[in-house]
């Protein structure tokens, strides 16, 4: 099956930890995402990559990392220094232009100790 | 703020009832999208439309654009308790990547 899988589905952070949600894809798509889900809100780019080596910023990248070293993963690292990363976190793919339509994983909820 | 914004943040009918939400924008697009997501779920793309297009369907969905108003709608006709969940719209006027809305969240009763 093709598709986009994100594990683990709920993450659990004690203060001061660095965690790192994975997201995998194997529709062969060149661009890649994650955002971040508040309750009751849409959502808010965190980074995104448009190809392997490659990634920047969105809207809210501070407190977290990523990298893009096979074009079927793209993992993101919250760190420490994120102080509210309760969250729902989503990670996305597209066939390559940013703005064509967009097929996401099941997200991963992060709660914190 | 959002670029783009749905209204209204809630709605509720019975099963069988036209379900019609809207989403405003602010710049110039390229593409307009609608996606769904059920409660505690991944989003899943329903319908993109180009900025040179005015209606689109697909099923029991129908979407319209107007780029004068800036603004495009989302009609499900002849609801089903299925169709409950949250409906956001997605634009590309960011740099060409996407900027989501808060949705609208959908009860449809049975």
Redesign the interface.
Known sequence: DGGITQSPKYLFRKEGQNVTLSCEQNLNHDAMYW?RQDP??????IY?SQIVNDFQK?DIAEGYSVSREKKESFPLTVTSAQKNPTA?Y?C?SSIG???????????T?LLVL | SQQGEEDPQALSIQEGENATMNCSYKTSINNLQWYRQNSGRGLVHLILIRSNEREKHSGRLRVTLDTSKKSSSLLITASRAADTASYFCATDANAGKSTFGDGTTLTVKP
Do not use: K, N, V, W
Not at chain 1, 40 to 45: A, K, N, P, T, Y
Not at chain 1, 97 to 107: K, S, V
């Open positions: 955002y009751g809100q849409g959502l808010r780019l995104y969105g729902f989503l996305a232009q940013t703005g064509e339509t967009q097929y996401f994983g099941p997200g909820r």
